[in-house]
């Protein structure tokens, strides 16, 4: 028999975790070797289908363990994550030709992407931070990068690494800063 329930707990360093069951129940421990699919790391909230089995001293242990497809609302998510990569391509893409074209200096062009992939190494360097429970990148000074002209960046990063693209109150500060930035690029574009 098949049980569903959500992982709560997961040490990706030991390799093993436990789910709750829907449904309440006491925890199930389970270890890596114990999921069907071993190309995706598993991580605390993936719901998970599994076969219930007791180890030597007869507690419970999941088996036969794999991955639920994604639900309607994170597909809906990853198709949100494309269009901002493509966002932020066409939004380089469109600065390069404009430079190439001389309608904005080159130096511009570059300064983009400088900054862009070093907001990409600062995402980086906080997911690693947040999975090793290190001293995290403050989040202003994220939104901050991303302000300066990083934005393509963080965008990049937010889908590539699944970082920094679930919290809604972040979400919207960097919204904020990719409005203000390209505000201010179209402003001093105008009045060169």
Request: hydrophobic letters at 45%; a positive charge.
């Amino acid at each position: 028999m098949r049980y569903q329930g959500k992982i709560t707990s997961w040490k990706d360093e030991q390799g093993f975790g436990f789910i709750t069951p829907n449904g309440g129940g006491p925890a199930v421990f389970v270890h890596i070797k114990s999921f069907s699919d071993r190309s995706r790391r598993p991580a605390a909230d993936n719901v998970v289908t599994y076969e219930l089995s007791a180890n030597d001293k007869g507690q419970p242990r999941a088996e036969n363990v794999a991955f639920v497809r994604l639900g309607a609302r994170r597909q809906a998510n990853a198709r949100t994550g494309g269009i901002s990569l493509v966002i932020a391509s066409c939004f380089l893409l469109l600065l390069a030709v404009a430079a190439l074209a001389g309608k904005v200096p080159a130096f511009l062009f570059g300064l983009y992407i400088c900054l862009s992939v070093m907001t990409f190494i600062a995402y980086a360097v906080d997911k690693s931070a947040a999975q090793n429970n290190r001293w995290r990148t403050p989040e202003s000074t994220l939104h901050m990068l991303s302000l300066a002209g990083g934005w393509p960046g963080a965008l990049v990063a937010q889908q590539l690494l699944r970082h920094k693209s679930k919290k809604a109150s972040f979400r919207m500060a960097f919204w904020l800063t990719v409005l203000v930035n390209c505000g201010a690029l179209g402003w001093f574009l105008s009045s060169a």
